[in-house]
């Protein structure tokens, strides 16, 4: 075991003990990757599936994990970001991969069509699954979905898809607490909690970390913005028939809520609650979208 795993372990304990969530990290065969993708298993209940954001680990989710009592929570590494295992063409095709990623997870876990809550990349990970396959159950989104309607990316993110540039820069920023601190104001979450800058750090100096982020920066966005062919579009959202709960943060920084108003307004059932806060806003709001999320879950489990 690597020293940068070591550490990750060890900060990924650290961020689950903050917020007193008792979870145990299960490592399932993943064959479209060729490898083994890490899931933290929480709580009894309705099972319940979660997805991270690019760049993040699952157990980011820990305030939110320890306000969603009665469920079983299965909440998953996407592959370079934690202790799942990655290809490096993984995002060559992200929309065919993503979608073979999480069919497989699911299959592994023995799970026909889970409830999915979901942030960001993950959001547009659960969507493309929504559309292309028949193995989703009511869903939620927290944060502003990757890449909907008209939704974009900060600047300093949008720099990054620019390959010599984003190669530049993130050497120039290696990881560290204060790139996480920056980090986190440019998504309007800052402060984050001690726990979750190490976390972070030592998700950012894991070996597949960079290729990883870097490929999906530059197959999803442009210097302008997203790339069009790579969003989600109002038509395609209609086709959603899933049960959809939104949360969307006031200041998020890749969409307002506007987006979110015309995203429900495009999907046979769905429902959006505006809450204080960024692109990740259970970090700080997870008492008040908890409750919410709860009797959602059980209303449509």
């Known amino acids: 075991m690597t020293d940068e795993i070591q550490d990750f372990i060890q900060a990924q304990q650290r961020m689950l003990d903050r917020y007193e969530v008792n979870a145990r990290p299960q490592f399932i065969e993943i064959s479209s990757i060729s490898g083994r993708a890490q899931v933290l298993v929480s709580g009894e209940g309705t099972p319940v599936v979660m997805i991270n954001g690019i760049g993040t680990p699952g157990a980011m989710w820990a305030p939110l994990m320890a306000e969603l009592e009665g469920l079983q929570l299965y909440v998953v590494d996407l592959p370079g970001y934690g202790l799942t295992d990655t290809q490096p063409d993984f995002a060559s095709d992200m929309r065919r991969n ?148 939104i949360f969307w943060g006031e200041n998020d920084p890749f969409g307002s809520p506007d987006i979110g108003k015309a995203m429900v307004e495009s999907m046979p059932d769905g429902k959006l609650h505006i809450v204080d806060g960024g692109h990740t806003p259970w970090l700080n709001q997870s008492k008040r979208i908890g409750p919410i999320a709860r009797k959602f879950l059980r209303r449509h489990s």
């Open 98 to 245: 993503a979608v073979l990623f999480l069919e497989d997870v699911l299959d592994s876990l023995g799970l026909d069509r889970p409830p999915l809550v979901a942030n960001s990349l993950g959001s547009l990970w659960a969507c493309w699954l929504a559309l292309d396959r028949d193995r989703v159950g009511p869903m939620i989104h927290i944060g502003c979905p990757a890449l909907v309607l008209d939704s974009s990316a900060p600047f300093p993110m949008r720099l990054l898809s620019v390959r010599p540039l984003g190669r530049l820069l993130t050497r120039l920023q290696p990881p560290s607490k204060k790139q996480v601190k920056q980090l986190s104001k440019m998504v309007k979450e800052y402060p984050l909690v001690p726990e979750l800058i190490d976390l972070l750090v030592a998700t950012e100096q894991l070996p597949a970390f960079r290729q990883m982020f870097l490929s999906t920066v530059h197959t999803l966005l442009r210097l302008r913005g997203t790339r069009p062919e790579k969003r989600l579009t109002a038509d395609q959202i209609s086709k959603i028939h899933q049960p959809t709960l």
